[in-house]
């Protein structure tokens, strides 16, 4: 999602690419591995089309954890229980931002969701965050504390505001809550205490099905970061099917020991810190390979190339680069593709995009991070709006930096080691995984 508010500001047309996304339905099977770790599998099933201080308690970790996810026009949802009783939550799985939060009773300006909203006056583990506590400073943003609030009848409670790149925002108080898991035995594996936001005013680009996001960053307000090493370390790993494969087949998302990202063919980036941003998964892009065509990143007489220039972000679908080197990659495209562009369908607007089932004797993209070039097949860098369509699945911005989009991510296992600051990535048939 792009989503701390100092991310990189990119224009919201780059969701004209996955506004097409055919819809997708995910469940999720957490499982636990015997070193402490667990998984997470995203089964596809098809749905109808619609328009901190904090304790940590986990149960035996040899059992396996259940949730549900799903994703909708290009987006992974998780499913978490969250509360006492626990109710269930589908929430964007976002490595841009930080936040955990979800649409909250009262809700004054919010967009319109399926399922209910969740009611913290229902739960016996909702506790709001006072404006004096650390946690109320966990976020890099927007707090305001004040001893009056429209959300709720609490005094000196640590109202947030949280925006996105995309102009989504969050308004809303943040709070203490029971985040909860079910296992394969029916047993509850619990994290409390929790922070996460419970927003009374949501707005943006979110569709009903979404319920709010889970913050994937690295921030200390995420849900890696609250996990921290409750499951032997401090590290993740995703392994993405890309969105046109059989409605059978699932992902998978890894948590802790046993997410290592190991074996022949494993190359390796480093995260670079940035002082100013702590959230994002930022890496260097060094340039593009386009067939036998190297593109630099900064195509200026020095070539100097600043470090975390792109961040990884499963909250966004198109890789979005600066205009120049996409316009660049687009040309290389065009001479290296022996068909006709579609130029006739306003639908498509200005994307490179062809009339085929399939993009036959394309050339292959090669993203040159520092330490590590990883190799894009067709698949992963064309997707289909729509029948026998296929469009690129990069878009632009005016900006200096860009974004590693989820379909290129696809078909990989990629790893983000936060105990050895780096980013890895495995070529894997992630639908046999």
């Known amino acids: 999602m792009g989503g701390h508010p100092r991310t990189f500001q990119f224009h919201a047309c780059f969701v004209g690419i996955f506004f097409f996304i055919h819809f997708l339905h995910f469940s999720t099977v957490v499982e636990a591995s015997n070193n402490g770790g667990f998984s997470v599998k995203l089964i596809r099933k098809k749905l109808a089309r619609t328009t ?23 987006h992974y949802l998780m499913e978490l229980s969250i509360g006492t009783p626990p109710k269930t939550i589908y929430g964007i799985a976002d490595t841009g931002s930080d936040l955990i939060w979800t649409q909250c009773v009262p809700c004054h300006n919010c967009y319109k969701q399926l399922n209910p909203m969740f009611d913290p006056q229902q739960s016996s583990t909702y506790t709001n965050i006072s404006c004096e506590s650390e946690a109320c400073h966990i ?20 109202n947030y505001t949280y925006a996105y790149a995309s102009a989504s925002i969050t308004h809303g108080v943040l709070a203490h809550e029971k985040f909860t898991f079910t296992s394969t035995m029916g047993q509850p594996i619990s ?17 009903d099905h979404e319920m709010g996001i889970i913050g994937l960053g690295k921030g200390p307000a995420s849900l890696i970061s609250q996990m921290g090493s409750s499951f032997g370390s401090k590290r993740f790993s995703q392994c993405l099917v890309p969105f046109n494969t059989d409605i059978d087949v699932y992902s998978k998302l890894s948590f802790g020991n046993g997410s290592e990202v190991l074996g022949e063919g494993v190359v390796s980036t480093p995260l670079v810190r940035k002082a100013d941003d702590t959230t994002p998964y930022f890496v260097t892009l060094l340039g593009i390979t386009v067939g036998n ?13 600043a470090k975390g220039n792109m961040f990884i972000d499963s909250g966004t679908p198109p890789t979005i680069l600066p205009q120049d080197l996409y316009d660049r990659v687009v040309v290389e495209m065009r001479n290296q593709i022996a068909l006709r562009p579609i130029e006739d369908d306003h639908d498509l607007g200005s994307q490179l995009c062809y009339r085929t089932e399939t993009i036959v004797g394309g050339p292959m993209i090669i993203a040159n991070f520092e330490g590590a070039d990883v190799q894009l097949t067709q698949t992963q860098i064309f997707v289909p709006p729509k029948d026998g369509v296929q469009c690129l699945g990069f878009t632009n911005t005016s900006s200096d930096g860009g974004i590693y989009g989820n379909f290129a991510q696809s078909n990989y296992l990629i790893g983000f080691d936060l105990d050895r600051q780096i980013v890895s990535f495995k070529p894997t048939d992630c639908t046999k995984q």
């Not at 943003?141 to 000196?156: E, G, K, Q, V």
């Not at 195509?299 to 100097?304: A, C, I």
């Open 52 to 74: 901190t201080p904090y304790s940590r308690r986990l149960m035996d970790s040899s059992k396996v954890v259940q949730s549900t996810s799903n994703a909708y026009l290009g």
């Open 139 to 158: 976020l890099d943003t927007t707090i305001l504390c004040s001893s009056s609030s429209s959300f709720s009848a609490h005094n000196d409670q640590c």
């Open 191 to 207: 994290l409390e205490g929790v922070v996460f936001g419970c927003g009374h005013s949501n707005s943006g680009d979110f569709n």
């Open 293 to 305: 065509t190297y593109l630099p990143f900064s195509n200026t007489s020095s070539g100097t190339v």
